[in-house]
Nanobody, 121 residues
Framework: QVQLVESGGGSVQAGGSLRLSCSSS????????MAWFRQAPGKEREGVAT???????RYADSVKGRFTISKDKANNATYLQMDSLTADDSAMYLC???????????????WGRGTQVTVSS
C-alpha cells in the first residue's frame, strides 16, 4: 500500500518560512506526479503546487514567488519551501501522488494525512 508521510509543519510568525517534507517508503517519488494541497477550516481544498516526474513545476497564483516545490532523489522526498508566509497560508497541508501526468490533473490516487501550518500575524 502506498504511504505518504508529511512533516515540517508548525507555527510561525508572518513573514517567516517553513519547509514541508513528504516522504514514502513504498514507492519512488521521482517517478510520480507529486503535489501539495492545503485546506483551511471552512474552505475548499486548494492545490498549491505540483512537480512532474521530469521536474516541471506549477504553482497556484496565491503562492507564486513565495513557495518552491522540489524533489530529492537521495531521500525519496518532496519538499515545499514556503517563504514570506502570511496568515492566509494557515491550513492543513497535504501531500499527494499519482502515477499519471501532472498536466491538468485534478485527482490524485495517493494522499498523506497532512501537516498543520499556522501563521500568526
Amino acid at each position: 500500500q502506498v504511504q505518504l508521510v508529511e512533516s515540517g509543519g508548525g507555527s510561525v510568525q508572518a513573514g517567516g518560512s517553513l519547509r514541508l517534507s513528504c516522504s514514502s517508503s513504498t514507492f519512488i517519488i521521482r517517478q510520480y506526479c507529486m503535489a501539495w494541497f492545503r485546506q483551511a477550516p471552512g474552505k475548499e481544498r486548494e492545490g498549491v503546487a505540483t512537480i512532474a516526474w521530469d521536474g516541471r513545476t506549477r504553482y497556484a497564483d496565491s503562492v507564486k514567488g513565495r513557495f518552491t516545490i522540489s524533489k530529492d532523489k537521495a531521500n525519496n522526498a518532496t519538499y515545499l519551501q514556503m517563504d514570506s508566509l502570511t496568515a492566509d497560508d494557515s491550513a492543513m497541508y497535504l501531500c499527494a501522488a499519482d502515477g499519471g501526468s501532472c498536466i491538468g490533473r485534478e485527482t490524485f490516487d495517493y494522499w498523506g494525512r497532512g501537516t498543520q501550518v499556522t501563521v500568526s500575524s
